[in-house]
């Protein structure tokens, strides 16, 4: 896949033109940043993605890591571009100056992982585990565990895991297994297994650092009782480089679908007795903590979704354009040439929802990148915490209407090549093995929905909702054209239908009806999940009508219009498609829950 | 010593060019921009022999209007001390840009210029040579190695035979080939620090060189499109049509 991996004048549209991120820089903490720094590090990301990452994206997919009983093996290359992301500074992208960090906006950090996840998915992933593991440790562990573990992590001398997952527990996590005995010396010993821990053992790095849940014996019972644990690959020497190994051994490497090139683990803690763990926090409160990095963490599964979902549009777009076949009427003698596909009714329908999937996806995400920002940097109190409401009301959205739409924008890629597209001479159907993975991890869509539906609608008496409201109202109000002001009173009605549908579900989830209501739940995710997306098209759309009352050159009023008509096929193709899913909410449908399990 | 390095912004060689509509040159709003490879090979190189204690000071300088700043700053990030605009909304040939070049070199009195040999928009591959001809320095063209040796440098040349080493009295002007070095990226780090170096504006309209163009472009065309290849049953067949439809023997 040559050409840009996501089209620069999509980023700057959605970073500038839709968020105005360069007010960001109005806030002390960005204070020395400007629309110029901001481009040099996208610059640099785009270039390292470029040429370090997107090059071996087909061959960590053919070729992937192996384990020989002794160590994992894998291509040269993630090595390369590991350290090359390292070097660049990315680990520490978001913190302080005098972390060694360089204060960026999550905004801009989310913009960076884009190129990154476009490029190659899987050879990503490691330093983003690595951030992400960083991240926990940064917010919740004493000083003498980030001392000694931040840093290596930082610099890309330590890479870093999330083990939460055990063979019988996966979303229901109350119920891990896996347990953590106080020892004299102050630590604990760590004994359990973990499946399909991602980067949980390889030859990247020196040392690995496992976050491991596990339970205290004598603790509460479910969530509550559930600890947090730095548990490194080997302990570190006074000097606090990699000595002895801690008892933690790969059982063996997980096969996928897709996202081949990171490895995936599973992992034994403590076989021998000597698997050393070390408190994070307070005893108890370890999912609490992963909690409050959830949203991120959502986040960047949501965009991850949506820029591969966007890598298959745009190489099935370039190949509709040059692959001919078949005439248009009215020109159908076989003396007339044949067309690029691309002007045939049906590739243009695949190829528009393709961009109405994946951008507006990727729209949706900046939007919630900026509400993190806001969260952390608003500048008043009641500002940051209504970032923090809306967001936590959006996450499962961000989450799953991406992680949805993105492989079904990658399906269509495949259709749009025909054969070439079934095949592994082209890159799309890899993007669609790697994307599938999306909707299952970080909480499956359907916890996700469940989430939505029985949780954040209500969460405050229901304020991240009026929240939402309030900014879609807003946004709306912002509408000059005759498009957009249409588009608006379309999805006017079905916002109507909202109100009322919560009531019907709120007395229902309280009644002997909860079971058919949450069987629906996913129902309820594609109702409040194609109204915010309508908002999020309109909300383009309306920048591209004021972008275009301006002085506009040929190629950008087409780029303009593309995002106009985008919004229109979007309300018209893909909103009205709710109306089933209103009606079987509305009538509390039983279909799913009455049906039995001997009946199937 | 002191290396000056010009460079130059050029359509990033990742994206697909587009020829305007109406012929006159190519598409370039909202393109994505960046230091044309063989300058940015050029302040590595700059960069390199800073870090082995050879240079003492890296000047960047490039003429363009205000957007070339970016990538006046990109070389600042790569390790360059500061950098000069030379302001000019105007697209100039590249004796002009020689010529501008050759009044930064009088004031500057670098001991080595380094350019790239070519930028990938136009290919014109000429002003490093004519900057070195206007300023009467020594020139080592495609450079694939450059070493500085007391007051002179050694380089070695691609040329079609092979490699050639020149052996050039400092000040000279080299320009650069794809094989001299792997230029680093910028680190935010350093990103940031960029921003803190130094950054001149010089109107071009100051320095006394006639900006009119002597070359017109005429009609900038797409490459044609490359027609599938045929197969031959045997080597009589392939003479055959060499002469009858090629007509190349
Ligand atoms: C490639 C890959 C990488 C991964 N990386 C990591 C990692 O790094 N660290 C880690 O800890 N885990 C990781 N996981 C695990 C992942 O988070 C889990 O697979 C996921 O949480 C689902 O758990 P499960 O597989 O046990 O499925 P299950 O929980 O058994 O779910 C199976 C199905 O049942 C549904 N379901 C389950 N419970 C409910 C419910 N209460 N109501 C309605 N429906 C329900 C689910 O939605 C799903 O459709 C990874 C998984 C994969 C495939």
Known sequence: MSDELIKQQEIDFQLYEVLDTESLCDRERFADHNKETFGAVLDTANKLASELFAPHNAKADSDEPSFDGEKVSMIDDVKVAFDAYNEAGFVAGRYDYDEGGMQLPETIMTACSGYFLAANPST????????????????????????????????????????????????????????????????????????????????????????????????????????????????????????????????????????????????????????????????????????????????GVG??????????????????????QGRLPPKTNPTDPTVPIVEHGDVKRMLLAQKAYSEGAMSLCFFGARLVDDVHTAKTEEERKSAFELLDLLTPVVKAWPSEYGPKANDLAIQVLGGSGYTREYPVEQCWRDNRLNPIHEGTNGIQALDLMTRKIWQKNGAGLALLQKQIMSDFSQAKGAESQKLIASVGSYVAQLEPLLGTIGKALQSEQLLAVISNAHSFMNVFGQIVMSWIWIRQAIKAEQALSGEVTEQEKAFYLGKIQTAKYFVNWELPAIKRDLELLTQLDSSCSDMQTEWF | MKVLVPVKRAIDYNVKVRVKPDNSGVDLANTKMSINPFCEIAVEEAVRLKEKGVATEIVVVSVGDKSCQEQIRTALALGADRGIQIDTDLSLDSLQIAKLLKQVVDKEEPQLVILGKQSIDSDNNQTGQMLAALTVMPQGTFASEVVVDGDKVNVTREIDGGLQTVALNLPAVVTTDLRLNEPRYASLPNIMKAKRKPLEVMPAADFGVDLTSKVSVIKVEPPAQREGGAKVADVAELVEKLKTEAKVI
């Open chain 1, 124 to 299: 990503t992933a490691y330093p983003f585990l690595t951030m992400g593991a960083a991240n926990v440790i940064r917010s919740f562990a004493s000083q003498e565990l980030k001392e000694t573990f931040l840093p290596p992590m930082l610099s890309g001398e330590f890479t870093g895991t999330m083990a939460l997952t055990e063979p019988h527990a996966g979303s229901g996590l109350a119920d891990i297994r896996t347990s953590a005995t106080l020892a004299e010396d102050g630590t604990y010993r760590i004994k359990g297994s973990k499946l399909y821990i991602s980067g949980g053992d390889h030859e990247l790095t020196s040392n690995i650092v496992h976050l491991v849940l596990a339970k205290i014996p004598g603790g509460p019972a479910g969530v509550g009782g559930i600890s947090l644990f730095v548990v490194p690959k080997y302990r570190l020497d006074d000097s606090g480089k990699p000595a002895e190994r801690n008892d933690v051994v790969l059982a063996g490497l997980i096969h996928k679908l897709g996202y081949r090139g990171t490895t995936s683990t599973a992992l034994t803690f403590g076989e021998n007795g000597d698997c050393h763990g070390y408190l994070v926090g307070e005893p108890h409160q370890g999912l609490r903590y992963m909690f409050k990095m959830m949203n991120e963490a959502r986040l």
């Open chain 1, 303 to 324: 965009f991850g979704a949506a820029v591969i979902g966007y890598r298959g549009y745009r190489y099935s777009l370039d190949y509709a354009k040059e692959r001919t």
